[in-house]
Protein backbone atom coordinates (compact mmCIF):
# COMPACT_ATOMS: atom_id res chain seq x y z
CA UNK A 1 0.00 0.00 0.00
CA UNK A 2 1.54 3.61 -0.97
CA UNK A 3 1.66 5.98 1.79
CA UNK A 4 -0.92 9.17 1.72
CA UNK A 5 0.27 12.43 1.07
CA UNK A 6 -1.42 14.68 3.72
CA UNK A 7 -0.05 17.68 2.50
CA UNK A 8 2.39 19.84 -0.07
CA UNK A 9 3.50 23.49 -0.18
CA UNK A 10 6.27 25.78 -1.30
CA UNK A 11 8.68 27.36 1.29
CA UNK A 12 8.95 30.90 1.88
CA UNK A 13 11.42 33.40 0.17
CA UNK A 14 13.89 34.61 3.37
CA UNK A 15 16.93 35.93 1.54
CA UNK A 16 20.17 37.29 3.23
CA UNK A 17 22.21 39.50 0.55
CA UNK A 18 22.90 37.37 -2.65
CA UNK A 19 21.66 34.17 -0.96
CA UNK A 20 18.57 33.48 -2.14
CA UNK A 21 17.09 31.16 0.84
CA UNK A 22 13.88 29.31 0.48
CA UNK A 23 12.56 28.54 3.96
CA UNK A 24 10.49 24.65 3.87
CA UNK A 25 9.90 24.10 7.88
CA UNK A 26 8.31 25.16 9.99
CA UNK A 27 5.38 25.92 7.50
CA UNK A 28 1.65 26.15 7.69
CA UNK A 29 0.90 22.81 7.47
CA UNK A 30 4.33 21.18 9.69
CA UNK A 31 5.89 22.27 12.66
CA UNK A 32 8.49 19.51 12.02
CA UNK A 33 8.84 15.50 10.85
CA UNK A 34 10.26 13.60 13.35
CA UNK A 35 13.61 15.49 14.96
CA UNK A 36 13.67 17.38 12.12
CA UNK A 37 12.15 21.22 13.18
CA UNK A 38 13.66 23.34 10.44
CA UNK A 39 14.55 23.83 6.97
CA UNK A 40 16.32 26.37 4.74
CA UNK A 41 16.86 25.31 1.09
CA UNK A 42 20.06 27.45 -0.09
CA UNK A 43 19.10 27.93 -3.80
CA UNK A 44 21.71 27.42 -6.59
CA UNK A 45 22.82 31.29 -7.28
CA UNK A 46 25.80 32.73 -8.94
CA UNK A 47 28.17 33.50 -5.62
CA UNK A 48 29.97 36.99 -6.53
CA UNK A 49 30.69 38.17 -3.62
CA UNK A 50 33.20 36.90 -1.00
CA UNK A 51 31.60 36.12 2.54
CA UNK A 52 33.82 36.22 5.30
CA UNK A 53 33.64 35.36 9.13
CA UNK A 54 33.65 37.51 12.05
CA UNK A 55 31.94 40.29 10.10
CA UNK A 56 29.03 40.49 12.56
CA UNK A 57 27.27 36.92 11.48
CA UNK A 58 28.09 35.01 14.38
CA UNK A 59 25.20 33.67 16.52
CA UNK A 60 23.81 31.32 19.56
CA UNK A 61 22.10 28.36 19.31
CA UNK A 62 20.87 25.74 22.54
CA UNK A 63 18.95 22.45 22.36
CA UNK A 64 19.43 21.56 18.61
CA UNK A 65 22.03 19.89 16.15
CA UNK A 66 22.35 21.76 13.23
CA UNK A 67 23.52 20.03 9.63
CA UNK A 68 24.52 21.19 6.72
CA UNK A 69 24.36 19.75 3.63
CA UNK A 70 26.24 21.54 0.86
CA UNK A 71 25.36 20.60 -2.49
CA UNK A 72 28.08 23.04 -4.40
CA UNK A 73 30.17 25.83 -2.77
CA UNK A 74 32.58 25.86 0.57
CA UNK A 75 31.37 26.28 4.07
CA UNK A 76 33.92 27.25 6.88
CA UNK A 77 33.20 26.69 10.38
CA UNK A 78 33.93 28.81 13.84
CA UNK A 79 32.81 28.28 17.12
CA UNK A 80 33.18 29.52 20.58
CA UNK A 81 34.36 25.59 21.79
CA UNK A 82 37.81 26.27 19.25
CA UNK A 83 35.76 23.75 15.91
CA UNK A 84 37.14 25.13 12.75
CA UNK A 85 36.67 23.62 9.65
CA UNK A 86 36.12 23.56 5.80
CA UNK A 87 33.38 21.53 3.93
CA UNK A 88 33.41 21.10 0.20
CA UNK A 89 30.82 20.29 -2.50
CA UNK A 90 29.13 17.19 -1.32
CA UNK A 91 29.58 17.18 2.19
CA UNK A 92 28.54 18.16 5.58
CA UNK A 93 28.74 19.36 8.53
CA UNK A 94 27.12 18.82 12.32
CA UNK A 95 27.10 20.40 15.26
CA UNK A 96 25.61 19.80 18.26
CA UNK A 97 24.30 23.33 19.69
CA UNK A 98 23.55 21.04 23.20
CA UNK A 99 23.49 23.35 26.52
CA UNK A 100 24.70 26.63 24.74
CA UNK A 101 27.65 27.52 21.54
CA UNK A 102 28.26 30.46 18.96
CA UNK A 103 28.74 29.94 15.95
CA UNK A 104 29.85 31.46 12.48
CA UNK A 105 29.76 30.15 9.11
CA UNK A 106 30.66 31.15 5.67
CA UNK A 107 29.45 29.75 2.39
CA UNK A 108 31.33 30.45 -0.95
CA UNK A 109 31.96 29.02 -4.53
CA UNK A 110 34.19 26.04 -4.20
CA UNK A 111 38.05 26.74 -4.35
CA UNK A 112 38.41 23.25 -5.49
CA UNK A 113 36.13 22.82 -8.18
CA UNK A 114 35.94 26.92 -9.32
CA UNK A 115 32.49 26.15 -10.18
CA UNK A 116 30.60 30.02 -9.44
CA UNK A 117 27.61 28.50 -7.37
CA UNK A 118 26.67 28.25 -4.36
CA UNK A 119 23.41 25.46 -3.15
CA UNK A 120 22.99 23.88 -0.42
CA UNK A 121 20.67 23.20 2.86
CA UNK A 122 20.69 23.88 6.61
CA UNK A 123 17.92 21.45 8.93
CA UNK A 124 17.71 21.67 12.41
CA UNK A 125 17.45 18.37 14.78
CA UNK A 126 15.56 18.70 18.10
CA UNK A 127 17.69 16.96 20.34
CA UNK A 128 15.99 14.82 23.43
CA UNK A 129 15.55 16.87 26.79
CA UNK A 130 18.04 15.39 28.40
CA UNK A 131 20.53 15.63 25.40
CA UNK A 132 20.48 19.52 25.49
CA UNK A 133 21.95 19.50 28.51
CA UNK A 134 25.15 17.78 27.51
CA UNK A 135 27.99 19.49 26.05
CA UNK A 136 28.36 21.12 22.31
CA UNK A 137 30.57 18.79 19.70
CA UNK A 138 31.34 19.38 16.32
CA UNK A 139 32.27 17.35 13.06
CA UNK A 140 32.76 17.64 9.63
CA UNK A 141 32.05 15.39 6.93
CA UNK A 142 33.65 15.45 3.11
CA UNK A 143 31.65 14.31 0.31
CA UNK A 144 33.75 11.18 0.26
CA UNK A 145 32.85 10.36 3.53
CA UNK A 146 29.17 10.24 3.04
CA UNK A 147 27.63 6.74 2.08
CA UNK A 148 26.99 6.23 -1.53
CA UNK A 149 25.32 3.63 -2.84
CA UNK A 150 24.17 2.56 -7.28
CA UNK A 151 20.70 2.00 -7.43
CA UNK A 152 19.78 -1.20 -9.26
CA UNK A 153 18.77 -0.95 -12.98
CA UNK A 154 21.04 1.88 -13.41
CA UNK A 155 18.20 3.97 -12.11
CA UNK A 156 20.36 6.31 -10.39
CA UNK A 157 21.94 7.10 -6.80
CA UNK A 158 21.51 7.10 -3.51
CA UNK A 159 23.44 9.23 -0.16
CA UNK A 160 23.08 8.53 3.11
CA UNK A 161 23.92 11.67 4.60
CA UNK A 162 22.47 10.82 8.05
CA UNK A 163 20.37 8.04 9.72
CA UNK A 164 20.86 4.62 7.86
CA UNK A 165 19.74 2.96 4.44
CA UNK A 166 20.49 -1.07 4.16
CA UNK A 167 24.09 -1.57 5.40
CA UNK A 168 24.81 1.58 5.11
CA UNK A 169 25.16 4.04 7.95
CA UNK A 170 26.09 7.65 8.20
CA UNK A 171 28.96 8.69 10.59
CA UNK A 172 26.65 11.70 11.91
CA UNK A 173 25.59 11.08 15.25
CA UNK A 174 22.01 10.17 16.08
CA UNK A 175 19.96 10.45 19.51
CA UNK A 176 16.59 9.86 18.75
CA UNK A 177 15.96 7.64 15.19
CA UNK A 178 16.42 10.39 12.41
CA UNK A 179 17.00 9.45 8.28
CA UNK A 180 18.57 12.19 5.29
CA UNK A 181 18.54 10.86 2.41
CA UNK A 182 19.61 12.41 -1.23
CA UNK A 183 18.38 10.27 -3.96
CA UNK A 184 19.54 11.08 -7.84
CA UNK A 185 16.47 9.67 -10.26
CA UNK A 186 17.79 9.43 -13.83
CA UNK A 187 15.30 10.19 -16.60
CA UNK A 188 12.38 7.37 -16.48
CA UNK A 189 13.30 6.03 -13.72
CA UNK A 190 12.16 4.58 -10.30
CA UNK A 191 12.48 4.89 -6.24
CA UNK A 192 10.81 2.68 -4.12
CA UNK A 193 11.20 3.92 -0.14
CA UNK A 194 9.41 0.82 2.25
CA UNK A 195 8.42 2.60 5.00
CA UNK A 196 8.00 1.59 8.88
CA UNK A 197 5.29 2.75 10.65
CA UNK A 198 5.03 5.02 13.29
CA UNK A 199 8.05 7.20 11.37
CA UNK A 200 7.58 10.55 9.80
CA UNK A 201 8.42 11.28 6.31
CA UNK A 202 8.71 13.96 4.45
CA UNK A 203 10.23 14.64 0.53
CA UNK A 204 11.88 17.52 -0.78
CA UNK A 205 12.15 18.41 -4.57
CA UNK A 206 15.02 20.35 -6.60
CA UNK A 207 13.64 20.10 -9.63
CA UNK A 208 9.72 19.21 -11.34
CA UNK A 209 9.36 15.91 -12.89
CA UNK A 210 8.42 14.06 -9.95
CA UNK A 211 5.36 11.63 -9.98
CA UNK A 212 5.24 10.55 -6.24
CA UNK A 213 2.65 7.71 -5.31
CA UNK A 214 0.56 8.78 -8.51
CA UNK A 215 0.72 12.60 -7.65
CA UNK A 216 2.96 15.04 -9.62
CA UNK A 217 4.96 17.96 -7.78
CA UNK A 218 7.22 20.44 -8.67
CA UNK A 219 10.39 22.06 -8.20
CA UNK A 220 10.40 23.17 -4.47
CA UNK A 221 7.35 20.95 -3.16
CA UNK A 222 7.44 19.72 0.42
CA UNK A 223 5.61 16.91 0.51
CA UNK A 224 4.78 15.42 4.22
CA UNK A 225 3.09 11.88 4.49
CA UNK A 226 0.89 10.19 6.79
CA UNK A 227 2.24 7.76 9.69
CA UNK A 228 0.94 4.20 8.57
CA UNK A 229 3.49 1.90 7.14
CA UNK A 230 3.57 1.58 3.31
CA UNK A 231 5.91 2.61 0.34
CA UNK A 232 7.16 6.01 -1.22
CA UNK A 233 6.98 5.48 -4.91
CA UNK A 234 9.03 8.08 -6.68
CA UNK A 235 8.63 8.03 -10.65
CA UNK A 236 11.18 10.65 -12.95
CA UNK A 237 8.73 11.93 -15.83
CA UNK A 238 11.26 14.26 -17.09
CA UNK A 239 13.85 13.83 -19.64
CA UNK A 240 16.63 15.23 -16.82
CA UNK A 241 17.78 13.19 -13.62
CA UNK A 242 15.87 14.86 -10.34
CA UNK A 243 17.07 15.17 -6.98
CA UNK A 244 14.55 14.40 -4.18
CA UNK A 245 15.37 14.96 -0.56
CA UNK A 246 13.69 12.26 2.05
CA UNK A 247 13.99 12.93 5.68
CA UNK A 248 11.92 12.22 8.91
CA UNK A 249 12.13 10.00 12.20
CA UNK A 250 10.52 9.18 15.40
CA UNK A 251 8.00 11.24 15.98
CA UNK A 252 9.30 14.11 18.69
CA UNK A 253 6.93 13.87 21.44
CA UNK A 254 8.56 15.79 24.13
CA UNK A 255 7.16 19.47 24.46
CA UNK A 256 8.65 21.97 21.71
CA UNK A 257 9.11 25.51 22.33
CA UNK A 258 11.16 27.54 19.71
CA UNK A 259 12.08 31.23 20.17
CA UNK A 260 14.77 32.25 17.70
CA UNK A 261 18.15 30.58 17.62
CA UNK A 262 16.94 28.05 20.59
CA UNK A 263 14.72 25.36 20.83
CA UNK A 264 13.73 23.66 24.10
CA UNK A 265 10.79 22.17 26.16
CA UNK A 266 9.77 25.08 27.97
CA UNK A 267 9.12 28.44 28.11
CA UNK A 268 11.14 28.74 31.02
CA UNK A 269 14.36 26.83 29.42
CA UNK A 270 13.82 29.83 27.18
CA UNK A 271 14.55 32.59 29.05
CA UNK A 272 17.50 30.68 30.75
CA UNK A 273 18.60 30.21 27.26
CA UNK A 274 18.24 33.82 26.40
CA UNK A 275 20.08 34.54 29.74
CA UNK A 276 22.55 32.63 29.79
CA UNK A 277 23.69 33.95 26.29
CA UNK A 278 23.80 37.39 27.58
CA UNK A 279 25.44 36.63 30.26
CA UNK A 280 28.39 35.15 28.33
CA UNK A 281 28.42 31.69 29.52
CA UNK A 282 28.31 30.12 25.57
CA UNK A 283 32.35 31.78 25.24
CA UNK A 284 33.43 33.43 22.12
CA UNK A 285 34.04 32.47 18.58
CA UNK A 286 37.32 31.57 18.27
CA UNK A 287 39.12 32.32 14.31
Known amino acids: MKKQIISYVQGERADIGEIVIN ?22 VVKKEVMRANEGKAHPHRGIATL ?33 IIHDETLNVDSKTKSPYIHG ?34 SGWIKVVAGAYGNMVSKIPSYSEQFLFHV ?30 ETRFNAGDFIKFDKDRGTIEIF ?12 GGAEYTEPVVARGPFVMNTEQEIAEAYHDFHAGKYGNVVY
Open 23 to 44: RVLPNRYANKVGPFVFLDHVLP
Open 68 to 100: TYVLQGEAEHFDSRGNRATIYSGGAQWMKAANG
Open 121 to 154: FQFWINLPAKTKKEEPEYMAVQASEIPYQELTED
Open 184 to 213: NLKAGKQFVLQTEEKLEYAAFLLQSGASIN
Open 236 to 247: NTSQSAIDIILF
